[in-house]
């Protein structure tokens, strides 16, 4: 990994078929969803959802969408607005090198530049969970679920 050359993209014409060719390895394709699942329902939730192509020099390494959640609204209690990221695949090729722990860390980024103060990350529980691995970045167990899936929480340092 280059971090030189690491970045995160929007998802273009350019780039959306290695975007929709990134696989995760088969004993994890239970806990997240494919690629293309993610792109539909980006687009259904156009308002809140961030996606973006995880790359590293030339190369798509990666997805990572975001949930922008943070716009206040009168009749919202500010105390539920949540904002986090929403999927994270990083091709089975690519892991165990940093790329998931660079995408979490570009997301927290612009999550406290767009003003959030917490990030929230879900996941399914079970064999294999990517529990471990957001712990490690500092979120903790909220004590809820949603969907069944776990909820983390990570206090963000302000920008």
């Known amino acids: 990994m280059s971090t030189s050359a690491l970045r995160l993209e929007p998802v273009t014409a350019a780039n959306i078929?290695?975007?929709?060719?990134?696989?995760?390895?088969?004993?994890q394709a239970h806990l997240v969803s494919p690629v293309v699942k993610?792109?539909?329902?980006?687009?259904v939730h156009g308002e809140t959802a961030w996606p973006r192509a995880i790359v590293d020099g030339d190369e798509v390494v990666g997805?990572?969408?975001a949930f922008l959640d943070i716009a206040w609204a009168p009749d919202r209690d500010?105390?539920?607005i949540r904002s986090g990221i929403w999927r994270l695949n990083i091709s089975a090729t690519h892991q165990?090198?940093?790329?998931?722990?660079?995408?979490?860390?570009a997301v927290t980024a612009?999550?406290?530049?767009?003003?959030?103060?917490?990030?929230?990350?879900?996941w399914e529980p079970g064999a294999g969970t990517p529990e471990p691995f957001y712990l490690g970045l500092g979120f903790r167990l909220t004590g809820e679920t949603s969907g069944g899936q776990t909820v983390g929480e990570l206090t963000l340092p302000p920008a």
Do not use: K, N, W
């Open 63 to 65: 997805f990572v969408m």
């Open 78 to 80: 500010p105390a539920d």
């Open 38 to 43: 993610s792109l539909a329902e980006a687009y």
């Open 110 to 122: 612009e999550l406290r530049r767009r003003g959030a103060a917490r990030a929230y990350v879900t």
């Open 17 to 27: 078929d290695a975007v929709c060719a990134i696989q995760v390895r088969p004993d």
């Open 96 to 105: 165990g090198r940093g790329y998931g722990r660079f995408a979490v860390g």
